[in-house]
């Protein structure tokens, strides 16, 4: 998603236009510790890049714990506008996705603390590592790190809601999804049923595979993907209807999606995005996902995909597999990715970035 991101940049705004950061985990894991707050050696790094190569915006992704608030000072220090795309919401849940114990949990975020996610050993399922981080993003706000940062960039209209209501500032919240490259639909023979994603509790896999272990074994399902409970997983649901793929590179999973007569995205938690639901309908394959946040922008219910509860899954699935209108439903899934296309959405980008520089510094 990145290397995608950039190289449409790179194209657009040319060659020597565009720089890039990626930090690597320090050579001895106790100097994270000391560094988790302030890495003052990527500040260096990030203020010489900056200084040196004229950069006028640094837009950020994920930069904890090795990069640490430091990019945003070193940025704004050495003259640049900051943006920082949110990827979770880890500056309101430690574990960044507001689940917990196989539910939607957003106690942090309703007592305005990060404590209680110490008390249950939300990052990492770790006591001592969630009271680090715990006590290093109560260090980033009291340092001021928002002041730092000139644009919040949400992905989705559900998730620029969810960011204003946690109490982040509205005039410096920006709408940029996700880009997938626009591709020719195959005219491929479309059957079964495919899961892409990590094999983890609160994405919903386990709802997933109780379900299928209650269809018809005509029903196949092709699920991609690896995690925490997959080995458990394939013990337990080892059917004849149901194929576990395992980890498989982009390019491998893309040949898969348009032989799927369905993708089915059954995540439990707050999706910031939902980059396998536009992926699949460029190719023109209809989605069935979970009716919980970003899924209700996504997915047009009877129209490009469906859209259910978790305990009508089921029924779900089945009707789908009989709808009439599959074919209407494939072609405006594939007009409703269109949107998404790299060139609508680094165009969206720049103008961004040509507003925050139009601002005084």
Known sequence: MFSLEREALERTLGPGQVFTLEASSPRYPISLVFSIFFSFRKYWRVFQLVKKSQIDVVHVHNFFPILSASVFFAAK???????????NYRWWCINGNF????????????????????RHGCYRESVLQSLLAVAAFNFYRAIGVFDRIDAFVAMTHFQQMKLIALGLDPQKIFIKPNMVPAVQPMSLPRKGYLYVG???LEKGIVLLLETWSKLSPNFELTVIGGGSIEKELREK????????KGICSPEETLQYMPTARYTIQPSLMFETF???????MCMGVPVIAL????RTELVQDGKTGFLCSPE?????????????GYEAMSKAAVEF???FDTTRVIEAQLSLYRKLLSQPQ
Do not use: M, W
Request: glycine letters at 8%; one cysteine or more; aromatic letters at 6%.
């Open 99 to 118: 689940f917990r114990n196989g539910k939607t949990c957003t106690t942090c975020a309703d007592k305005n603390s990060l404590l209680p996610g110490v």
């Open 274 to 280: 939902g980059l396998t639901i536009v992926e699949s």
């Open 198 to 200: 990590r094999l983890e």
């Open 337 to 339: 990715a269109s949107s």
């Open 291 to 294: 009716n919980i946040g970003t």
């Open 237 to 244: 649901y080892n059917q004849p209807n149901i194929h576990f």
């Open 77 to 87: 220090h050495a003259g640049a506008k900051t943006v920082h795309c949110l990827h």
């Open 312 to 324: 009508n899954l089921l029924e779900t699935i089945k009707a789908a597999d009989d709808f009439e």
